[in-house]
C-alpha cells in the first residue's frame, strides 16, 4: 500500500454532519424508541408503554419538523442530509405506526399483509420524492409540492391509537371489532393504513409549507 495513501480518519462521516443532521437523528432515535416501547407493551401488558410508543412518534415528528428549519436557517444541505430524512422517516412514520397497530391488537393475517402495505407504500413514498426532488423543483432547487400525502401523516393513525389505548378500545375491544376473511382474520380498523398507504404512493399533489 503507498505510503500517500489517506488513511481514514477516526469519526470523519460524523465531522461531515450539519447541525440539522443531529435533529434528524434525534427523529430516528425517537422512531426506535417507540418500536422498543411497543414491544415492552406486548411483553409486560402494561398500558402506558404505548403512550410512551405514541409520545416518541410525536417526538419524532417535532425533529422532523425542526430539521428542515435549521437546514434552511442554516443554509445547509447535503445529499447525505436528505438520505438520512427518508431512512429516519421510515422508521419513525412508517415501522412504529405498523408496529404500534400490530401491538394493540392488529394482529390478524390480513392485518399484517395490510400493515406490511402501509410500510411498502412509504417506502416507496419516500424513494419516489428523492429521485424526483429535482425535477419537482423546477431547477430552483426548492420543492413547492410533494406527489402524495408526506409520510409523517402517519401520526393521525398514531393519534387515532392513542385514544383507542385512552378508552380502553384494544386488543380484543379494538374499535370495529374483527371479520374472518378467507382463514385469516381482519380488523377493518387497519384498513385505515391501506387508505393512508394508498395516499401516499397517489398523485395527488399536497403544496409544501
Same mark, same amino acid.
Given at each position: @500500500? ?10 470523519? @462521516?460524523?465531522?461531515? /454532519? %450539519?447541525?440539522?443532521?443531529? /435533529? ?11 418500536? /422498543? ?11 402506558? %408503554? ?17 430539521? +428542515?428549519?435549521?437546514?434552511? *436557517? ?8 436528505? #438520505? ?20 394493540? &391488537?392488529?394482529? $390478524?393475517? *390480513? ?17 419516489? !420524492?428523492?429521485?424526483?426532488? #429535482? ?10 409540492? !410533494? #406527489? &402524495? ?17 385512552? @378508552? &380502553?378500545?384494544? $386488543?380484543? #375491544?379494538? *374499535? ?6 378467507? +382463514?385469516?382474520?381482519? %380488523? ?8 393512508? +398507504?394508498?395516499? @401516499? ?9
Amino acid at each position: @500500500m503507498s505510503q500517500s495513501a489517506k488513511k481514514p480518519k477516526p469519526f470523519s @462521516m460524523i465531522r461531515e /454532519f %450539519h447541525l440539522a443532521d443531529w /435533529f434528524t437523528l434525534g427523529n430516528a432515535i425517537c422512531g426506535v424508541g417507540a418500536l /422498543f416501547a411497543t414491544i415492552t407493551y406486548i411483553q409486560v401488558q402494561d398500558i402506558t %408503554h404505548i403512550y410512551y410508543a405514541c409520545a416518541l412518534v410525536l417526538a419524532a415528528l417535532v425533529f422532523d419538523v425542526f430539521d +428542515g428549519r435549521v437546514a434552511r *436557517w442554516r443554509q445547509q444541505s447535503s445529499l447525505l442530509g436528505r #438520505e438520512l430524512d427518508s431512512l429516519a422517516d421510515v422508521i419513525s412514520f412508517g415501522v412504529a405506526p405498523a408496529v404500534i397497530a400490530y401491538g394493540v &391488537g392488529m394482529q $390478524g393475517l *390480513w392485518d399484517r399483509i395490510v400493515l406490511g402495505f402501509f410500510v411498502a407504500c412509504g417506502v416507496s413514498r419516500l424513494a419516489r !420524492f428523492n429521485v424526483t426532488a #429535482e425535477a419537482l423543483s423546477g431547477g430552483s432547487g426548492k420543492v413547492t409540492y !410533494f #406527489e &402524495g400525502t408526506p409520510i409523517p401523516t402517519s401520526i393521525v393513525l398514531v393519534a387515532l391509537l392513542c385514544v383507542a389505548a385512552a @378508552m &380502553g378500545a384494544i $386488543g380484543p #375491544e379494538l *374499535w370495529g371489532g374483527s371479520l374472518r376473511v378467507l +382463514g385469516g382474520t381482519l %380488523h377493518p380498523l387497519v384498513l385505515l393504513y391501506a387508505l393512508s +398507504g394508498s395516499l @401516499m404512493i397517489s398523485r395527488i399533489r399536497i403544496p409544501k409549507l
